[in-house]
């Protein structure tokens, strides 16, 4: 089984997996799902910005494809042992229960969207502890866990769906960890921060370059100067002189 953790080292040694994953890389794409901003409260801001997470995670992986998924989350010390104790049930139980009873939950994790088999396959591959500044006194974990999957095996329209609901708790479970998915091949990752937008990192120039052109209207405005220096076009808007 792969250790995603030592294929990010190999790969993308000088890389900080965190956010914002956009800035860590040389070379990448940001993504606004979530557009426009004053538009929370419509019925349809939602629905669209699912729409476009969907379709580009579907540009990547769509193919069915093997893939790694990188998890991140933080796990209060006190409140370790009971992590422990839920997750090997979780490695136990796999996804037996009925999907229906994660939506009644406040916040949901990578497990709740994989079949029994994936569930039982996620490996804790690192934990570094956090101290508290001013007294040292422990406060809890950093914790990294990994997978290798297909897309088959993920309801990732409704993982996807748990990420945008990170700020509106009123809008469905929220995913509580920071979920990267990866390419091994053309070592590319994905990662939706929240109902704002997603960014799209890697070493594949050509797949990225397409994506830039294909899905240019959803690039994020703050950072389109960035991106289009990275891709050799003048800035948007200066092309048309």
Same mark, same amino acid.
């Given at each position: 089984m792969v250790n995603v953790n030592e294929w990010l080292r190999r790969h993308f040694a000088q890389m900080d997996l965190n956010e914002p994953l956009f800035y860590h890389v040389p070379l990448g794409l940001r993504f606004e799902l979530g557009y426009p901003p004053r538009a929370v409260d419509e019925a349809t801001y939602f629905e669209q910005l699912q729409q476009r997470a969907v379709e580009l995670f579907e540009q990547l992986f769509g193919d069915g494809r093997k893939i790694y998924i990188r998890t991140r989350s933080f796990v209060w010390a006190n409140e370790l042992e009971g992590y422990q104790d839920?997750?090997?049930? *979780?490695? =136990? =139980?796999?996804? +037996?229960?009925?999907? @229906? *009873?994660?939506?009644?939950? +406040? /916040? %949901?994790? &990578?497990? +709740?969207?994989?079949?029994?088999?994936? %569930?039982?396959?996620? %490996?804790?591959?690192?934990? @570094?502890?956090?101290? =508290? *500044?001013? /007294?040292? %006194?422990? =406060?809890?974990?950093?914790?990294?866990?990994? &997978? *290798?999957? /297909?897309?088959?095996?993920? +309801?990732?329209?409704?993982?996807?769906?748990a990420a945008s609901y990170k700020d509106f708790p009123n809008k469905g479970p929220m995913l509580h960890e920071q979920v990267y998915y990866i390419d091994p091949v053309r070592k590319l990752i994905f990662y939706m921060y929240d109902d704002r937008g997603l960014d799209i990192v890697g070493l594949d120039d050509s797949l990225l370059r397409h994506l830039y052109t294909t899905y240019n209207d959803w690039l994020l405005d703050y950072d389109r100067e960035r991106m289009d220096a990275m891709f050799h076009k003048v800035v948007k808007g200066e092309d048309q002189q």
């Open positions: 839920n997750h090997a049930k *979780e490695q =136990d =139980d796999g996804a +037996d229960a009925p999907i @229906i *009873e994660r939506w009644e939950r +406040d /916040t %949901v994790s &990578l497990h +709740d969207f994989l079949n029994k088999e994936s %569930v039982s396959l996620i %490996v804790e591959e690192e934990r @570094i502890p956090e101290y =508290d *500044e001013d /007294t040292g %006194v422990l =406060d809890g974990y950093h914790i990294y866990s990994g &997978l *290798e999957c /297909t897309i088959a095996e993920i +309801d990732y329209p409704a993982l996807l769906a």
